[in-house]
């Protein structure tokens, strides 16, 4: 409720408790203290101070009336039963009284006793929680005693020592006890306390200022940078492409190059080369053949002509298949004993694998200009390809279907692994050999030398069938056709070796 509701209900309560509390004392005081009355032993009162016409109440639901000499004061209460009694004069029965306040006010139908009064001051303080001004009043005031107190209490003892300030009586009792005085000192630290604070606080702000300016440049920096960055990629890009477009160029000419004199020496095909070979195992060491076709030009020209240019030079003669593994047969050149000798003594180096390519690098066919391939001349069974990147000199033959391991993609251990083995022929007579070649004993898997030929199948030749528009000079034929290699092949080198 409002301010102008309360304030009479607050007055309208005070006024009933004092005109209760003075008749009270007025009837307390008409007994004799310590005894009880005849008339009202519960109170104290003798019949005789009872006006005629009054009621009292016994404190049990009964009562009697009285008659007030005033017309214009009228007292009631009612008593229940476990109280102390009341004092009325007429105007209401027991049974039908009204209460001295209605619900809207403090004080409902209660005995007027002690906790009758607490109750009052209960809903006083209720109605006083309901208005935020008078709790700000009431915290303003105890603050304030609380202040004037404290300031008193301080005054006083200075006062009684006779001293000024605080600080003044702290340094007598110093110098009553005979203590070191340390005001003094501590106030001249506290002003180098106080100087050396305002220097380390300016330090702070500058060093705080040169972090934001460095913060502020690392932004810039790194904004610099990443521009940077991404025109050194978009750079790079560029470059990159620029770089493949051309090695497309290259390579678009060495294939129209291969083609044409391909064409010119070899005729435009198709080409053929007759395998012969003697097995290790064959007591009459019999020579045995199968052919190969090579791929047509128009789709391998740069692989068909670097073949045909090692069988013409004779590079193939006396070669060696040494690799029989599960879905390729790889064959290759090897260094011979005569041919160690005289390469150590030349240049002084142990090196296998550069005496065997001593003669393909002499006629500067020991690899590819480039891995080429062709989607439409994969590896599938039977067919001939190019070991290692660029590729060659070593070539396999495929026992299985290897366009998915040997064709692009396939050979992870190459850095440019989009690119697939070079196939550029097919078998096309003598499988029967190849089935004979694929039955000769190897290591097995786990050894060393797993999949390896205990002894190698000898290359004694290989020819091109077909009659060349031009004369060539053919490489001479070995004389000893069923020579055996005089010592164990030693294994090449894993570039020039496919996974078998």
């Given amino acids: 409720r409002s301010s102008s509701h309360i304030r009479p209900s607050i007055n309208s309560a005070i006024r009933h408790i004092k005109l209760l509390q003075k008749h009270r004392s007025t009837m307390m005081r008409s007994g004799r203290p310590g005894q009880a009355s005849s008339a009202y032993p519960q109170y104290g009162v003798p019949a005789a101070s009872i006006p005629s016409g009054a009621t009292y109440g016994n404190g049990y639901g009964q009562s009697d009336s009285f008659a007030s000499e005033s017309p214009s004061q009228s007292y009631h209460s009612t008593s229940s039963v476990g109280y102390g009694g009341g004092y009325s004069n007429g105007g209401y029965s027991t049974s039908a009284q009204p209460p001295l306040y209605s619900e809207e006010g403090m004080f409902k139908d209660k005995p007027l006793n002690s906790r009758s009064r607490r109750g009052a001051f209960i809903q006083l303080a209720k109605l006083y929680a309901k208005e935020p001004i008078a709790w700000a009043t009431v915290a303003a005031a105890l603050f304030f005693m609380l202040t004037v107190h404290y300031r008193g209490q301080r005054n006083w003892i200075l006062r009684s020592f006779e001293v000024p300030t605080a600080r003044t009586l702290f340094e007598n009792y110093l110098d009553s006890s005979g203590k070191p005085k340390p005001c003094d000192e501590f106030a001249t630290s506290t002003r180098g306390n106080h100087a050396e604070s305002h220097e380390l606080r300016n330090q702070i702000a500058n060093l705080e200022h040169e972090v934001k300016l460095l913060e502020k440049e690392k932004k810039q920096l790194k904004k610099k940078q990443r521009e940077e960055h991404e025109d050194a990629i978009e750079h790079l890009s560029s470059r990159d492409y620029a770089w493949k477009e051309q090695v497309e160029v290259l390579q678009n000419a060495t294939q129209r190059e291969a083609k044409r004199a391909a064409t010119e020496l070899f005729g435009p095909g198709p080409h053929h080369v007759k395998f012969t070979v003697i097995l290790p195992t064959d ?77 393909f690098r002499d006629m500067d066919l020991e690899q590819l200009a480039f891995p080429e391939y062709s989607e439409k001349f994969p590896h599938v069974k039977w067919t001939l390809g190019f070991t290692g990147r660029p590729g060659g000199p070593d070539f396999y033959i495929n026992k299985i279907d290897n366009r998915a391991t040997h064709g692009p993609g396939g050979q992870h251990q190459h850095d440019l692994d989009e690119y697939g083995d070079p196939c550029f022929a097919k078998v096309v007579d003598g499988f029967d050999i190849l089935d004979m070649m694929f039955k000769e004993p190897t290591y097995h898997d786990d050894h060393e030398w797993g999949w390896f030929f205990k002894d190698p199948i000898h290359i004694v030749r290989a020819k091109i069938m077909e009659d060349a528009p031009l004369k060539l000079q053919v490489a001479p034929e070995s004389e000893d056709h069923s020579r055996k290699p005089e010592k164990p092949l030693k294994k090449p080198k894993i570039d020039h070796q496919v996974d078998p």
């Fill in 283 to 359: 007591e009459e060491e019999k020579e045995r053949n199968f052919v190969v076709e090579l791929a047509p030009l128009e789709i391998m020209p740069h692989s068909v002509h670097f073949f045909l240019q090692q069988v013409v030079h004779g590079l193939w003669n006396n070669a060696w298949f040494y690799l029989n593994g599960p879905h390729v047969l790889q064959g290759g050149p090897q260094a011979e004993e005569d041919e160690e000798e005289l390469w150590h003594l030349d240049h002084q180096e142990d090196d296998d694998r550069a005496v065997a390519m001593k003669n």
